[in-house]
């Protein structure tokens, strides 16, 4: 009976804020979201009142992304741009720059950073800065790996959302909590099957894995990069190969755009 009342509470909620006029009324919300994680989160939050796009693929290094004429023109037409933050797609201020458009620079309502309130991790402590390479000065920005930070990152979504059409806010958050409420009975299921490996230690790539690896219990012994962004010395390999031997670390975890061969390399030795 309860989960009924829910499905009609929120059946009329849509109802109603469709009859509300306003400016994007007879349209839905124009969103870009600067990687796919955040365009799939957006249109969780978001259903049927937005229309997400995503401005890179899930092939590729969400921090070397080539800013192409494209990616302007989507902005151009923005109500609203979803970032990460934290640096990691900090190219899209050169697009934005490009696009020309009042809603979606820094300071606008439509700019919606995700990272906020989230407890980052590996925060440096003492100065890093891109001059040296390292690509993760303030922390590490890879954070949407982790389901159980969904909550707050959608939240952020929900906020920023609201900022730009206030009269749907009842119905983002509705759909945020549908969202919620299914990836709970998700995190239950993904929690048992990795409970077989907690504690087990593996070496990564590049430093992305964090707060997936934290969230189920493994344990990240090392890196094949020697620095986030930078390529391993000779000697950083010898000094990771030596470790993995001595803890005993069977598994490498790398991604598609990182150097498979020198991965397969280090894996074998
Ligand atoms: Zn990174």
Do not use: C
Request: glycine share 8%; charged share 25%; aromatic share 4%.
């Amino acid at each position: 009976m309860m989960r009924h009342l829910t499905l009609v509470v929120g059946a009329t909620l849509v109802a109603l804020s469709v009859l509300v006029s306003g400016a994007h009324a007879d349209r839905k919300l124009r969103v870009v979201a600067t990687i796919p994680d955040l365009k799939a989160l957006t249109e969780a939050v978001g259903g049927e009142l937005v229309d997400v796009d995503s401005l890179s693929r899930g092939t590729v290094n969400a921090h070397e992304i080539e800013v192409r004429p494209s990616m302007m023109l989507k902005l151009r037409k923005a109500d609203a741009l979803v970032e990460n933050g934290l640096e990691l797609d900090m190219w899209i201020d050169v697009a934005v720059r490009g696009a020309n458009n009042a809603n979606v620079v820094r300071g606008a309502a439509g700019l919606i950073d995700i990272s906020r309130g989230i407890p980052v991790l590996e925060v440096p402590s003492t100065r890093v800065d891109r001059s040296m390479g390292d690509v993760h000065p303030l922390g590490n920005p890879h954070y949407s790996l982790d389901p159980g930070l969904a909550p707050v990152i959608t939240q952020n979504i929900v906020d920023g959302l609201a900022r730009v059409v206030p009269e749907h806010r009842a119905v983002f958050e509705h759909n945020r909590q549908a969202f919620l409420s299914e990836l709970e009975r998700r995190m239950g299921e993904w929690t048992k099957l990795m409970e077989p490996v907690r504690g087990a230690k593996v070496v990564v790539y590049h430093p992305q894995w964090i707060y997936f690896l934290t969230r189920f219990g493994l344990l990240e012994a090392g890196w094949v990069e020697e620095r986030p962004g930078i390529p391993p010395s000779p000697q950083h390999l010898v000094r990771l190969v030596r470790a993995m031997r001595d803890e005993g670390v069977k598994v490498l975890i790398y991604a598609p755009w990182n150097d498979e061969k020198l991965a397969t390399r280090v894996a074998d030795e």
